[in-house]
């Protein structure tokens, strides 16, 4: 239905506040709830009483054009009509993103691409609403296809945004908001990324425990552990040619990274490369400075090449 729990409602709108947005993008805008709210509060409050006085856009995305009736065309300052795994990476920046009971109708994959999506294009927060768990079992109705419930979360799913996180328990089941704000220090936004893979990595899900564990790197790119951990995720999957590529790039940005130089060299002996292992370990081997144990395993693994 294109309505949701009330039990949030509070909590979610004093974040709002705070957060005091010149823009606002409501997805899955439904019967129009945040458009209301946020125009009640972010404009008339303010005694911008009359439309012609309004100053803060808020767009809403929804997929079944039939939910959208008059009083919503009338609060929302653009209404887009879409689905949000196709609109997500092409919508405008506004400073708060919301998604108010919306990824857990897609797929988890397509939901995690989504929300990456968002909060890149979130300038200062993007705010989750929704329900955890089991208990939530939803089917298709009102004639809508996207009513139907596809996937289920866990507050461990939104590690990667630093967030700010506000659990309730209904009848049902749990629901939770997660505000995720982008100002945080790049160490938080670092450690949930780590956080994130090694949940992952638990899991069993290799290709989202490396995607996370990339986007780690990117932010802190002269990790040598950070990196090694990267090219183990790698080499546990099979991808041997991705894991070179990252000690190869590694290694050109660290020319001291002496672990990186005989784990390429290994590599490339499996994958055939003889050559290109031996001019790596003699560059190795010219470098001042490198451990003993190293120069061994450099001497040795050359020798057999």
């Given amino acids: 239905m294109p309505v949701s729990t ?51 856009r808020i767009d809403g995305i929804e997929l079944f054009e039939p939910y959208l009736m008059a009083h919503q065309r009338f ?35 397509e939901g995690e691409a989504v929300l990456e999506a968002l909060y890149a294009k979130a ?44 659990p309730f328990q ?5 629901y939770g908001v997660f505000y995720c704000p982008k100002d945080v220090l790049q160490t938080d936004k670092l450690n949930g990324r780590i956080l994130a893979a090694q949940r992952q990595e638990q899991m069993g899900n290799a290709p989202r425990a490396i995607f996370h564990a990339v986007r780690a790197l990117d932010i802190s790119p002269d990790d040598k552990d950070l990196s090694s951990y990267v090219v183990n995720l790698k080499l546990e999957s099979g991808d041997r040619q991705g894991a070179l590529a990252i000690l190869l790039q590694q290694i050109e940005r660290m020319g001291d990274f002496h672990v990186a130089y005989l784990a390429a060299a290994r590599i490339l002996s499996l994958l055939g490369e003889r050559e290109r292992a031996k001019e790596l370990l003699s560059r190795l081997l010219a470098q001042h400075g490198v451990d003993a144990d190293h120069v061994r395993k450099a001497e040795e693994l050359r020798s057999r090449l």
């Fill in 6 to 56: 009330s039990v949030h409602i509070t909590h979610a709108l004093q974040r709002i506040l705070l957060l005091g947005p010149s823009s606002i993008l409501d997805v899955g805008c439904g019967f129009g709830l945040w458009g209301f709210l946020c125009r009640e509060y972010l404009d008339v409050m303010n005694e911008r009483v009359w439309p012609d006085k309004w100053k803060v």
């Fill in 75 to 109: 609060l929302y300052s653009n209404l887009i009509v879409g689905d949000i795994r196709e609109l997500a990476p092409t919508v405008d920046e506004y400073d708060l993103i919301i998604t108010g009971d919306v990824i857990e109708h897609l797929h988890k994959d």
């Fill in 123 to 166: 300038k200062k927060a993007l705010l989750i609403n929704i329900p955890l768990g089991d208990g939530w079992d939803h089917p298709e109705n009102y004639g809508n296809p996207g009513e139907l419930h596809r996937s289920q979360w866990e507050p461990g799913d939104f590690l990667h945004f630093p967030n700010q996180y506000q």
């Fill in 170 to 174: 209904l009848p049902c089941g749990a």
